[in-house]
């Protein structure tokens, strides 16, 4: 069965950092694309970071709203992805989740094409 279960979140001032942590198990990791979307009440699930393994390398894909601030990265050997969420904003206040495409290889930021997520964490950026 699998399963994502993310933690890290919190609240944090605008101009700070955060570490989000995606724990992974029932899949071997390498073998996915893993994705960290955010979404506030009232509107869609936005895209955030996506990343795949590559032979000896990784792939990543990033929104233009945290290109430069955000970066993704994943440990297959923890089975674990991570988000590292630098310069917060206001607007990035979310709750943050990740998912696996299990139907694909290739990296996408494209919530429908995801299948299994987990229960997500709330980051809240407020002075």
């Known amino acids: 069965q699998l399963q994502l279960v993310e933690s890290g979140g919190g609240l944090v001032q605008p101009g700070g950092s955060l570490r989000l942590s995606c724990a992974t198990s029932?899949?071997?990791?390498?073998?996915?694309?893993i994705g960290w979307f955010r979404q506030v009440p009232g509107k869609e699930r936005e895209g955030v970071s996506c990343?795949?393994?590559?032979?000896?390398?990784?792939?990543?894909v990033n929104a233009d709203s945290v290109k430069g601030r955000f970066t993704i990265s994943r440990n297959n050997a923890k089975n674990t992805v991570y988000l590292q969420l630098n310069r917060l904003k206001l607007d990035d206040t979310a709750l943050y989740y990740c998912?696996?495409?299990?139907?694909?290889?290739?990296?996408?930021?494209?919530?429908?094409?995801?299948?299994?997520w987990g229960q997500g964490t709330q980051v809240t950026v407020s002075s």
């Open positions: 998912a696996v495409r299990s139907r694909g290889l290739a990296c996408s930021l494209i919530p429908d094409e995801y299948d299994t």
């Open positions: 029932g899949f071997t990791l390498a073998g996915y694309a």
């Open positions: 990343i795949r393994n590559l032979a000896n390398s990784f792939h990543t």
